[in-house]
């Protein structure tokens, strides 16, 4: 069974920065590609960054220049860097891997971003 676990939300002021973590279990994760989506209210859930195995990242335009998608296989762990945050980027935060013939996500983890 794949689960993911995602971390690291909470409240950011804007232009702050928040870390977000994602472990997973029940896969062989270093063949992965990794992604993060998020879901803003009242709007559809969407791509944000996404990691290949081989460390090749891509990244949706409203991420490029301040989200770093990075990974350590070591610890079967993906991670969101998120700098110079918005109210824009208030989101729940979802971590998915597609493995095991599905679209496998996480809970999400809420970031808010307010002053």
């Known amino acids: 069974q794949v689960r993911l676990a995602e971390s690291g939300g909470g409240l950011a002021q804007p232009g702050g920065s928040l870390r977000l973590s994602c472990h997973a279990i029940?896969?062989?994760?270093?063949?992965?590609?990794m992604n993060w989506y998020r879901q803003a209210p009242g709007k559809e859930r969407e791509w944000v960054a996404g990691?290949?195995?081989?460390?090749?990242?891509n990244y949706a335009d409203s991420a490029k220049g301040r989200f770093t998608i990075s990974r350590d296989n070591g610890r079967r762990k993906v991670f969101l860097q998120m700098n110079s945050l918005t109210p824009d980027d208030t989101a729940v935060y979802f971590c998915?891997?597609?493995?095991?013939?599905?679209?496998?996500w996480g809970q999400g983890t809420q970031v808010t971003v307010a002053s």
């Open positions: 990691i290949t195995s081989s460390g090749s990242t």
């Open positions: 998915n891997v597609d493995a095991r013939g599905r679209a496998n």
């Open positions: 029940g896969i062989n994760f270093s063949i992965y590609t």
